[in-house]
């Protein structure tokens, strides 16, 4: 099976989203906490991040 590259996924674990995006896990898993983040997607109990949202939400921040 071929595996799809983490720039054409929209859904990303947090690993893949820290090394996608440069931020850190803990740090992601702190923002995702959150209920008003708009990046994240809860599977059961897994948490997704929303790529195509992470990049917006980047591009808006002046600090994290």
């Not at 590259?5 to 803990?26: M, V």
């Not at 708009?38 to 990049?55: A, C, H, N, P, Y």
């Amino acid at each position: 099976m071929k595996e799809v590259p983490i720039w054409e996924k929209s859904n990303l674990t947090l690993e893949e989203a820290a090394a996608y995006s440069g931020i850190g896990i803990n740090k992601l898993r702190e923002i995702t906490n959150n209920d008003r983040c708009e990046f994240v997607l809860w599977v059961g109990t897994k948490r997704l991040i929303k790529r195509r949202q992470l990049d917006k939400y980047t591009e808006q921040c002046y600090s994290i």
